[in-house]
């Protein structure tokens, strides 16, 4: 079985319970199935309050006062690394206060090359059957071409990409 590639160690079950002292109090997954620790998000999270031993169902959480049989501390899983996507329409208007300059220039870079800065004026959008465009300067790009591709440079002097996380 392989479990969740963010876990740093085992998940602790009733055989090692007695390890487990050390983090009460501590937040943690728990599941009385350890196929779920395939996926970190189905299990449940929450406070260790208890240890019981090599009980079957040894490890009491705090949050709701249920048993569970494994347990792993927080502490021994990977953060998940963050997901973004490409803006909306919507959202690339909504955030265009942030990324325009006097004389409605944006300044934006490619994601590969931190010497590339352009500043180009912001002449709008267009909507048409295939795709949303964003016309910069001469340019037309996509809501995609401009996620996949490239940063722009807030007004705190912040380079950000083109989409938002989900």
Known sequence: MQLDKRFKVLPFCCLSAEKCDKYIGQKGYFSNNIALFKNIDLCIDGTLEAVHGDEAESFEMRDNRKFYRY?????????KEKQF???TLQEFKGNLPKMIFPDDLIHFRHKNNEFSEYAQRYNGYIVNSRATVICLGSREYTLGDLFENFEYLD???EWN??????
């Open 71 to 79: 347990f792993i501390p927080e502490c021994f899983v990977e953060p």
């Open 85 to 87: 996507r490409p803006y």
């Open 155 to 157: 007004k705190d002097g």
């Open 161 to 166: 990409t083109f989409g938002v996380e989900e």
